[in-house]
């Protein structure tokens, strides 16, 4: 047992040190070993709609220009001016074809090259004029980029694994390509990331932790199946990614329901996915999904509205989150109005979930100073039954022994449950993925 992470499989029991959440020691080694060794989501490309469009983000604890260069190609510089360091571009978005630092006014394009020094004759003809630093790696899967600061790293499709799949369920969701809304929502919490991590795939804090939302969807469907959940179901997919993921009926369950001309409009995209991709991948398209992209990367599909949330660790207690929400750029004025409304009822900064996640992980973390009289969270729940559903903690205990296996050396093997059924197996038709792909 390392000192972590306990996982007794007699008993069966799986816990985690609660010294993982608040030592200084234990959130060093996370950025050396872990930030500088994954692939690490950046953005989306379709947030850089126009040539030499750029957005400035933080990705492992490093700052970074997202950028699409004057010929339409995706770049990613290090946000560092290569003379005395300076913040090269200061702004949060724009567009342009040069940055130039404020302090000295070296000037670079976005291309990453050299274009102008003040006094260049000051530096003589054989002075090496170094351009931007970049990420040793830099790709993207269906539209989401991902830099890597790991020269050796596998590629990335080895890297998701199984999680392609799942990006495809959601990828999949317009026949004109997914795209990003302008606009993000940013936010702090005064917790450790993983917590984070953990409640974006744990269901089974919804009924106890999201009772006023609940209240209103109640009101406004006038029932809802208890039996729904049950359908729901958590998947190890390789590398520390795990996913919770429903059947068909489980897709509109915690939203209000759409008006009849919503969804009438619904099943005809519906009948247009079928004719593209066959009944088996829209069948599963339909249900609900909470995929966690180890470490950091969390892509929610529910309540009619799709999230893109980004975690970014700060401090052992305190942690910077972005989300933003991807559409189809193709649905009607209706359908958008309605997914809108649905989304930030639920996920919004006023929303009746977001608020209640923060208070209780920042609850957990000032509950961590008793961690020396109470060194233990649980994780075990569904660790005895042959299908671990979305309310147990499966999806937790695959992510922590990833992140212990990383820390410590320590290799756990997997936990044993029946394989998937065809609820979540159905793939798209052979012409579809070769197209779509």
């Known amino acids: 047992m390392s000192e972590y992470v306990d996982d007794d499989r007699t008993t069966p029991r799986f816990r985690v040190n609660r010294k993982a959440m608040v030592e200084p020691q234990v959130f ?53 001016c290569p003379h005395r360091g300076a913040t090269l571009c200061r702004e949060p978005q724009g567009n342009g074809k040069f940055m130039t630092c404020m302090y000295h006014g070296w000037s670079f394009s976005n291309r990453g090259e050299l274009v102008s020094i003040p006094d260049d004759a000051s530096y003589g003809e054989n002075f090496i004029r170094p351009g931007l630093a970049a990420p040793p790696h830099v790709d993207s899967y269906r539209g989401f980029v991902f830099v890597s600061f790991d020269p050796d790293i596998v590629d990335l499709t080895t890297y998701l694994a199984g999680a392609t799949e799942y990006i ?13 809304l302008p606009g993000s929502h940013e936010y702090s919490v005064k917790a450790n990331w993983k917590l984070l991590l953990e409640n974006s795939y744990d269901a089974y804090h919804t009924t106890s932790a999201h009772q006023r939302y609940l209240t209103m969807v109640l009101a406004a469907r006038g029932a809802l199946d208890p039996k729904a959940l049950g359908e729901t179901r958590a998947v190890d997919l390789g590398n520390g990614h795990a996913v919770t993921a ?19 409009q619904r099943e005809q995209r519906l009948a247009s996915f079928r004719e593209a991709y066959g009944d088996a991948w829209v069948d599963r398209m339909q249900g609900a999904r909470n995929l966690v992209i180890f470490p950091n990367l969390v892509i929610i599909d529910l309540v009619m509205g799709v999230i893109i949330r980004k975690i970014d660790p700060v401090s052992p207690d305190y942690m910077e989150v972005s989300s933003w929400q991807l559409v189809p750029p193709d649905e009607t004025p209706e359908l958008r109005k309605q997914r809108l409304d649905n989304f930030l009822t639920f996920w919004g900064p006023g929303g009746l979930a977001t608020p209640d996640d923060v208070e209780a992980l920042e609850s957990c973390q000032r509950a961590f100073a008793s961690s020396v009289e109470l060194p233990w969270s649980d994780i075990s729940r569904g660790m005895h039954k042959p299908v ?31 394989p998937l059924d065809g609820t979540f197996i159905g793939r798209r038709n052979d012409t579809a993925v070769e197209s779509r792909a």
């Open 388 to 418: 671990p559903a979305a309310t147990d903690e499966f999806q937790m205990r695959t992510w922590w022994r990833q992140w212990n296996e990383i820390l410590t050396g320590e290799v756990l093997p997997p936990e044993p449950h029946e």
């Open 28 to 80: 060093a080694e996370e950025r050396g070993k872990i930030f500088n060794h994954s692939w690490l989501y950046l953005g989306h490309e379709t947030e850089l709609r126009k040539p030499n469009d750029f957005i400035t983000r933080n990705v492992g604890g490093r700052p970074v220009v997202f950028t699409r260069d004057a010929k339409g190609e995706i770049r990613v510089w290090i946000n560092s």
């Open 246 to 264: 429903g059947a068909s009926t489980t897709a509109g369950l915690f939203g209000r329901p759409l008006s009849d001309e919503g969804e009438r």
């Open 168 to 180: 495809d369920l959601v990828a999949d969701q317009s026949l004109a390509g997914m795209e990003v």
